[in-house]
């Protein structure tokens, strides 16, 4: 039970704990109707935007939360970016 179990004890919680993505189409269809110009009010633009943004943050939390707990276990080498 030295630091490296602790750390890989966290980063397992923190993956059970990590938020799904977000699924653009569930979203409620208003939020997709387009104007009287026929475009997309610029807060959806921005919120689609925002979104992706999200997403690609919990990829790469989870992403890195993978690495570090295989980098734990030997099967990986721990890279500059995980110190």
């Known amino acids: ?45 921005v919120l689609v935007q925002e979104v992706d943004r999200f997403n690609k943050l919990v990829k790469v939390i989870k992403a890195t939360l993978m690495e570090l707990r295989r980098a734990i276990a030997g099967e990986v080498v721990l890279s500059a970016d995980l110190e």
Do not use: N, R, W
């Not at 980063?11 to 993505?21: N, Q, Y």
């Not at 979203?27 to 104007?35: D, F, N, R, V």
């Open 1 to 45: 039970g030295g630091p490296d179990a602790q750390v890989d004890a966290l980063a397992s919680e923190f993956l059970e704990k990590l938020v799904p993505l977000i699924d653009k189409e569930d979203a409620h269809p208003s939020i997709y109707k387009m104007t009287d110009q026929g475009i997309l009010p610029s807060l959806t633009t």
